[in-house]
Structures are given as structure tokens and as C-alpha cells.
């Protein structure tokens, strides 16, 4: 059977005349009970056994692949293995897994049980972990035996009352569990829950957090419908082809691993190519790109620059027929640079945490350099200005997600985690704004600006400002602080600090060293400024309140200048 049938269970049609008859007329027909777990993996074991769903390496000779009988197998094993543990159906499970191919059969074996899961990053320390854990409720965490990993989870477990388990991968770590060993035992059939433990398309699956400016990172709800809006995703902007191989550039930790390596990926019958990298190293990508014949790629615009600055006219990319970015503006000057060497047109691509892609290149577009594309057709998508109302084209205004009162779009997310108050506010008038700023040309295409709420993006990473502000206070040298993006040739944007000293302390390079520091012990290391700048006193509104804005202009006229 091939993906196109797969598909035809959830697509009236598949192919498409043009971006207006694609946008018109896709739809998803969403069963009440699906669930991606029993209803995509399963059902390709059963039709295809020997198909190919995952492909893994590491830096440390590791080399597997797996087939969806083998997938479906292991996550049954998984099923098996938290049912023993007492989670069960709602019980919420966080997820510490790089990229080990454990998480495929973790995520799959949670879902099989309407577990919900938590991917979370590397990098998360003691506080971070301690934050999600008590939020969300978390009762156990699964995660690769790293020693930075492990210590920030001990530190944080006498915090945390409702966490039960400490489960590792690939290695045993003291008295911790260890799922490896213990999946082995487990039954390899795992009969699909019937009655009050069947799963509904309405129940929650899994669980992002995502920063912002106003407080701590929000749990942005996403239910089992979600994978079904990475169908567009998947066979329309990455362009995935059944058999083979997909590559997506991301931490299990980001949604973005949702995007690239999960759900539209084997809706369509493709393959995941997984590289468990320790760090990003330009050569090292190229090298499997090489190596495995990977024939779609993405990554974010700043991976794509350090590739560049090697001699990439030394590997044989010539089975790569489709390259995608995402998760920050594309320099026009790379997608020429890109499209010289390999000969291949960059497809740029808009989403969210809280989505699946909302904008991008579609098959029937030419890519204008620099531009997100135009809207999935899941979506009705606008841009407004500051009283709600439509935008003409070339004018600047907010993206906004319509029409939420009339039809739910399946990638949207559903609303806010144990927080019915925020969700209300932010659906509450049948709309959903994404708080990003662009316009749109007179072709349709969708141009990208800027966050409205200050979050940064450096090298595919969202960072809230608060979270920084919020540890850079912590600093007994810190009177006040404005975190903020300023421009940088290499990684797009830079987390900045503008920062008021405490009397008795004065400017050095040593006291920034020191400042950044004390960032990565208090949150996630990546989120650390990598430019300091001390002033007497931060521009401020009669209210009080920090103009971000004029601190960003003045870091743009610097890098102009």
C-alpha cells in the first residue's frame, strides 16, 4: 500500500492543480478516536512490516534502523513498561531524550496508553525542571544518562512531590530505572484500549512549553489531531517521499521534532534519518548527508550558514531534491549562496509551537528570497493592525489565526495546560494571535518582521526575555535589566542584556564573564546573553515600563552603521 492510500483514510484528496485549488479545497477528515500511535505506525506494520520508519546514528559508531513492525513492537514493549510503573490514561511524562531513538518508541508506547508527554530540552537546569515538573504535574521523567542532565534532575527531584520515576536510556544509572533492560521483558502486543481507556481525537497528547515576556514559559496543549495537521507539513512544504529519507535538523526537546521527525513523515510513508550528534558541527552534517543519501532536508537558516563556510563542493549531496527553513528569517544572501553550490532553491516555512506550519512554499510557488510563502490551507490567516482589522498589503500588522469559532484547524493547538482563564483570553473572540508581525506583498506572499512580545530567536531557539531578566536579577551586581535581540551576522539574532549596576560595582569584562555565567547555573545555558552592555538607566515609558523597542533600534543603527 502506498502513502497516497495511507492517506486517502484522511484526505478526500491528495493532489492538487495549483496553490488555489490546494487552498480551497484540502480537507482532513479526523476520526473521533484517532490515534497516531495505533492508527499510522501500527497500521503500516501491518501493511508493510519490512518498510523502513527510522534510520539512527550517533558520534559513537551507534548505527540502527528500524522497520514499523519493529517500532510498533518496541512501543507496545513501552506501553507495557509505564502501565507496570501505575501511568495510565491523563498521567503526564516528561521527556529528556536528545535524540536517541528511544524516543520513538517512548512517545509511540505513551500515546498507545492516552498518556501525555513532555518533550523537553537538554539544557533545562534545576529550575526549569522543577517549573515544568510541578506544573504540569509531571510523575515521571525519561531521560539519556547525561551527567548535566542527571544532576540538574537530583537537584530538582526534592522539589518536585509528584515525579515517581527516574527512567534512563542506553545507560544504567545508579538505583534509577532502566528502560532499556527492562523493555526487553515486556509483551511485544499491546491490545488497543477499549471503554473509559480509549483515547478520543479530543484528549490531550502531548505538551510543549513555550516562552514568552509577561512570565514563565505556559504549557501549550496539543490533542491527538495534531499529528494530522503535519500532513501539510510534511508532503506539501518539506515535500517527504514515501521510501525515502527525511531529515530534520532538532532536539526531541522542540517542537520542531514534531514537525520533522514524527507525525507528516510517516503519514506519508517516509523515513526518518536521525543523527544523535553530541554538538553541531557543520562538516559532520554534511558528512551524512553524504553518507545516508538523504533526499529531503531542513534546518534553521544558522546551520545552514556554518555548512556553508565549509567546502561543500567536497560531498556528494546530489540525492537531496528538496531543502527547507524554518524556526528564524531567512538572509536572502544564504538562499543564493545555497541555491549556488547545491543548486537547490530554499523553501522557508512559519509556525509555532502552538501550530503546525501556518505559512510556507508550497509545490506551486516560486520561492521569493526571504519570504515565509503563503498560508496553509488548514488555516485562515490574516495580518491586523492594532484595532483588529485587516491590513493592506505592504502594511506591517500581526498574524492572526481566524475563524476558530467556525472550524478548528486539527494543528492548532487547544488551549493552555490547567489554565481555562488564559486559554479563554487567548480563543475568547474566535481568533488566534500568533504575536508575530509581517507583512504581505501584493502576490500573496507573507513577509516576516518580527515577535510583538520580545521573544528572541538565535540559532533555532526561542528565548522568553523574562527567563533571562528573571536570572540576571538574581545577581547581587543587578539592579535592573532589559533583555533584548540584537542583530548578528552568523546566528540571525543574539540574546542582548542592558544592564544598571548596584552601587559599588562598575563595568569589566570580568563582571560580564561572571554575569553570564550565573545565567547558565540559573536556567537553560542556551538562553545566556552573549552581549552585556552597562548603563546608567534603561529607556523607559511615563508608566514605568522598559521600551524594548528603542533598544533593538539602536542595536539595528549600530549594525548598520
Known amino acids: 500500500?502506498?502513502?497516497?492510500?495511507?492517506?486517502?483514510?484522511?484526505?478526500?484528496?491528495?493532489?492538487?492543480?495549483?496553490?488555489?485549488?490546494?487552498?480551497?479545497?484540502y480537507r482532513v477528515n479526523v476520526p473521533e478516536d484517532f490515534n497516531f500511535a495505533f492508527d499510522v505506525v501500527d497500521e503500516w506494520a501491518r501493511l508493510e512490516?519490512?518498510?523502513t520508519a527510522l534510520v539512527w546514528c550517533d558520534d559513537h559508531g551507534g548505527n540502527e534502523r528500524f522497520t514499523f513492525a519493529d517500532i510498533s513492537a518496541l512501543s507496545n514493549r513501552a506501553a507495557h513498561f509505564f502501565a507496570g510503573l501505575g501511568i495510565g490514561k491523563g498521567d503526564v511524562v516528561m521527556l529528556i531524550l536528545r535524540r536517541r531513538w528511544e524516543y520513538w518508541a517512548v512517545a509511540m508506547g505513551?500515546?498507545?496508553?492516552?498518556?501525555?508527554?513532555?518533550?523537553?530540552?537538554?539544557?533545562?537546569?534545576?529550575?526549569?525542571?522543577?517549573?515544568?515538573?510541578?506544573?504540569?504535574?509531571?510523575k515521571a521523567i525519561v531521560c539519556v544518562t547525561d551527567s548535566f542532565v542527571l544532576s540538574q534532575i537530583e537537584a530538582s527531584l526534592p522539589s518536585c512531590p509528584s515525579v515517581g520515576h527516574v527512567i534512563t536510556v542506553g545507560q544504567k544509572y545508579g538505583d534509577y530505572l532502566f528502560f532499556n533492560d527492562d523493555l526487553a521483558r515486556q509483551p511485544a502486543s499491546f491490545p488497543r484500549p477499549e471503554g473509559a481507556g480509549a483515547t478520543?481525537?479530543?484528549?490531550?497528547?502531548?505538551?510543549?512549553?513555550?516562552?514568552?515576556?509577561?512570565?514563565?514559559?505556559?504549557?501549550?496543549?496539543?490533542?491527538?489531531?495534531?499529528?494530522?495537521?503535519?500532513?501539510?507539513?510534511?508532503?506539501?512544504?518539506?515535500?517527504?517521499?514515501?521510501?525515502?529519507?527525511?531529515?530534520?535538523?532538532?532536539?526531541s526537546g522542540w517542537a520542531k521534532f514534531g514537525w520533522g521527525k514524527i507525525f507528516g513523515q510517516w503519514l506519508c510513508g517516509?523515513?526518518?534519518?536521525?543523527?544523535?550528534?553530541?554538538?553541531?558541527?557543520?562538516?559532520?552534517?554534511?558528512?551524512?548527508?553524504?553518507?545516508?543519501?538523504?533526499?529531503?532536508?531542513?534546518?534553521?537558516?544558522?546551520?545552514?550558514?556554518?555548512?556553508?563556510?565549509?567546502?561543500?563542493?567536497?560531498?556528494?549531496?546530489?540525492?537531496?531534491?528538496?531543502?527547507?527553513?524554518?524556526?528564524?528569517?531567512l538572509n536572502p544572501e544564504v538562499f543564493s549562496q545555497w541555491q549556488e553550490v547545491t543548486g537547490l532553491k530554499l523553501h522557508e516555512g512559519f509556525g509555532q509551537s502552538e501550530s503546525s506550519v501556518l505559512i510556507a512554499n508550497f509545490p506551486w510557488m516560486e520561492p521569493k528570497p526571504g519570504s515565509m510563502g503563503k498560508p496553509s490551507p488548514l488555516y485562515d490567516i490574516e495580518i491586523v493592525n492594532a484595532m483588529g482589522e485587516r491590513c493592506a498589503d505592504g502594511e506591517e500588522g500581526e498574524i492572526v489565526v481566524r475563524g476558530l469559532d467556525r472550524a478548528w484547524p486539527c494543528g492548532l493547538f487547544t488551549g493552555y495546560y490547567r489554565d481555562a482563564v488564559l486559554t479563554e483570553k487567548t480563543f475568547g473572540q474566535g481568533a488566534y494571535n500568533t504575536g508575530d508581525v509581517a507583512w504581505r506583498d501584493s502576490d500573496g506572499y507573507y513577509w516576516f518582521v518580527g515577535r510583538s512580545d520580545d521573544v528572541i530567536k538565535c540559532s533555532g531557539y526561542r528565548i522568553g526575555p523574562f527567563e533571562v531578566e528573571s536570572?540576571?536579577?538574581?545577581?547581587?551586581?543587578?539592579?535592573?535589566?532589559?533583555?533584548?535581540?540584537?542583530?548578528?551576522?552568523?546566528?540571525?539574532?543574539?540574546?542582548?542584556?542592558?544592564?544598571?549596576?548596584?552601587p559599588g560595582y562598575v563595568p569589566s569584562a570580568e563582571l560580564i564573564k561572571e554575569l553570564q555565567e550565573h545565567v547558565k547555573k540559573v536556567t537553560a545555558p542556551y538562553k545566556y546573553p552573549r552581549i552585556i552592555e552597562f548603563v546608567d538607566e534603561l529607556p523607559k515609558t511615563v508608566s514605568g515600563k522598559i521600551k524594548r523597542k528603542e533598544l533593538r533600534e539602536a542595536d539595528a543603527e549600530k549594525s548598520r552603521g
Open 270 to 329: 517516509a523515513a526518518i534519518f536521525a543523527y544523535d550528534m553530541d554538538k553541531f558541527v557543520a562538516a559532520k552534517i554534511l558528512e551524512k548527508l553524504e553518507q545516508y543519501r538523504v533526499n529531503t532536508f531542513c534546518a534553521p537558516p544558522t546551520m545552514l550558514r556554518f555548512m556553508l563556510l565549509e567546502d561543500m563542493r567536497r560531498y556528494d549531496l546530489s540525492a537531496i531534491q528538496t531543502c527547507c527553513i524554518a524556526g528564524e528569517p
Open 200 to 251: 478520543r481525537s479530543t484528549d490531550t497528547m502531548l505538551l510543549y512549553f513555550t516562552s514568552g515576556t509577561t512570565g514563565m514559559p505556559k504549557m501549550v496543549c496539543h490533542n491527538y489531531t495534531h499529528p494530522l495537521g503535519h500532513i501539510v507539513t510534511a508532503k506539501y512544504w518539506q515535500r517527504v517521499q514515501e521510501n525515502k529519507l527525511h531529515m530534520s535538523v532538532s532536539d
Open 110 to 138: 505513551l500515546c498507545k496508553l492516552g498518556a501525555v508527554y513532555v518533550p523537553a530540552s537538554l539544557q533545562l537546569t534545576q529550575k526549569d525542571i522543577t517549573f515544568r515538573a510541578n506544573q504540569a504535574g509531571v
Open 1 to 25: 500500500m502506498s502513502s497516497g492510500g495511507l492517506l486517502t483514510k484522511y484526505l478526500p484528496r491528495t493532489e492538487f492543480d495549483s496553490y488555489e485549488d490546494f487552498k480551497q479545497n
Open 471 to 502: 536570572a540576571l536579577i538574581e545577581h547581587r551586581a543587578v539592579v535592573e535589566c532589559a533583555v533584548t535581540a540584537a542583530p548578528d551576522p552568523t546566528r540571525g539574532q543574539v540574546v542582548k542584556a542592558t544592564v544598571v549596576l548596584r
Open 49 to 51: 512490516p519490512d518498510k
